[in-house]
């Protein structure tokens, strides 16, 4: 089975957040990175850096987490991200074998 990812992706000035959840994260930072989604919210506001992300085994755990996190507030996601990455580094680089 493969491993499911949630994350978290931000634009150049980390003004907007977007958590998704996804079994290919390179593949669908990619996607968002190249705006494959013509009117979706991140393409609207330039959503493309990837700053933060967890890896799961069970996709119904990934989902919750998901949810979990999406019903944060803005004040928890952002102190979510800072806990691993204080400095807001695109992580993509991290993630592409």
């Known amino acids: 089975m493969k491993p499911m990812y ?3 992706i931000t634009n150049e000035y980390n003004t ?3 958590t998704g959840v996804t079994n290919d994260l390179p ?3 990619w996607a968002h990175r190249k705006k494959y989604s013509e009117k979706g919210f991140t393409t609207q506001y330039n959503v493309n850096k990837l700053v933060y992300y967890e ?3 069970d996709p119904y755990e990934a989902i919750k987490r998901e949810k979990q996190i999406k ?3 803005r004040a928890k996601k952002i102190n979510l991200i ?3 990455n204080p400095e807001y580094k ?3 680089a991290e993630i592409v074998w």
């Open 82 to 84: 800072k806990s691993l």
């Open 16 to 18: 907007v957040l977007y």
């Open 27 to 29: 593949k669908r930072v």
């Open 6 to 8: 949630i994350y978290i």
């Open 55 to 57: 890896v799961f085994e």
């Open 90 to 92: 695109d992580l993509f």
């Open 71 to 73: 019903g944060g507030s």
